[in-house]
C-alpha cells in the first residue's frame, strides 16, 4: 500500500532562517508527488507538484522540493521563511487517489 | 469569485439534525472530491465524482450521503451524525479524474463540523 510519512509534526523557526520540512513515500510504482499549504482557516492550497524530469521542482512562495528516488523523499525547502510562511504544510504522492501526510506545522517566530 | 467555494463555512449540529454542506466549483473542472480532515490525522477521501457520476466511496458510513447535481455543485448530506464526525469537511476539484492525467486538486476552504 501506498503511504506518506511526514517525519516532524511541528517545526519552529526564525524568520529569514533556512527550513525543511521532510516527506518520505513508499510506493512500488511510479508517484506523482505533491506539497500543499494550509493557512489558518482556509483550504489547501498547491505548492509545487513534481510528475517527471528535473527531480528539483520550484514552486510559489519561494520553495522547492526535491525528489530523490533512491531515498524516496520529496523534501520540502526554502531558504529564508517570512512570518506569513507559518501554516500547516502537507505532503502528498498520487497514485490511483491522493494520499496525504500527517502534515508539518511550520512556526515562523519574529 | 474563488475557485472552489464551501458553504457554509462553520456548522453546528445535533445528532439528530439533517444537514447539507454544499461546495462550488467555478474553473470548468469535471472532478470533484470530498475530503475529511479531523485533527492529527492525514486527510481521508471520501468522495470522487467525475462528469457527475461517483466513482469512488471509500467506506464512508451511509450517514454522509453525497449528491453531484452538475459538474460545478457537489453536496454532503448529513443526517444522524455522531460527535467524532466533528472535523473539517473539504472539498476540491480537478479537471479530470485518474491518476494518469496527473490531475492538480484545487480546494475549497472547508467547512468545520462539530457534532453535539
Known amino acids: 500500500a501506498q503511504s506518506v510519512t511526514q517525519l516532524d509534526s511541528q517545526v519552529p523557526v526564525f524568520e529569514e532562517a533556512p527550513v525543511e520540512l521532510r516527506c518520505n513515500y513508499s510506493?512500488?510504482?511510479?508517484?506523482?508527488l505533491f506539497w500543499y499549504v494550509q493557512y489558518p482557516n482556509q483550504g489547501l492550497q498547491l505548492l509545487l507538484k513534481?510528475?517527471?524530469?528535473?527531480?528539483l521542482v520550484k514552486g510559489i512562495n519561494g520553495f522547492e522540493a526535491e525528489f530523490n528516488k533512491s531515498q524516496t523523499s520529496f523534501h520540502l525547502r526554502k531558504p529564508s521563511v517570512h512570518i506569513s510562511d507559518t501554516a500547516e504544510y502537507f505532503c502528498?504522492?498520487?497514485?490511483?487517489?491522493?494520499?496525504f501526510g500527517t502534515g508539518t506545522r511550520l512556526q515562523v517566530f519574529p | 469569485e474563488t475557485g472552489v467555494t464551501q458553504t457554509p463555512r462553520h456548522l453546528v449540529m445535533g445528532m439528530t439534525n439533517k444537514k447539507s454542506l454544499k461546495c462550488e466549483q467555478h474553473?470548468?473542472?469535471?472532478?470533484m472530491y470530498w475530503y475529511k480532515q479531523s485533527a492529527k490525522k492525514p486527510l481521508e477521501l471520501m468522495f470522487v465524482?467525475?462528469?457527475?457520476?461517483?466513482?469512488e466511496n471509500n467506506s464512508v458510513p451511509s450517514r454522509f450521503s453525497p449528491e453531484c447535481p452538475n459538474s460545478s455543485h457537489l453536496f454532503l448530506h448529513l443526517h444522524t451524525l455522531q460527535p467524532e464526525d466533528s472535523a473539517l469537511y473539504l472539498c476540491?476539484?480537478?479537471?479530470?479524474?485518474?491518476?494518469?492525467?496527473?490531475?492538480?486538486?484545487?480546494f475549497g476552504p472547508g467547512t468545520r463540523l462539530l457534532v453535539l
Open positions: 510506493s512500488s510504482v511510479s508517484v506523482y
Open positions: 502528498a504522492v498520487l497514485t490511483d487517489k491522493l494520499i
Open positions: 476540491a476539484s480537478s479537471q479530470e479524474w485518474g491518476q494518469d492525467l496527473q490531475e492538480t486538486q484545487y
Open positions: 465524482y467525475s462528469l457527475e457520476e461517483r466513482v
Open positions: 513534481y510528475l517527471s524530469g528535473s527531480t
Open positions: 474553473l470548468g473542472h469535471n472532478a
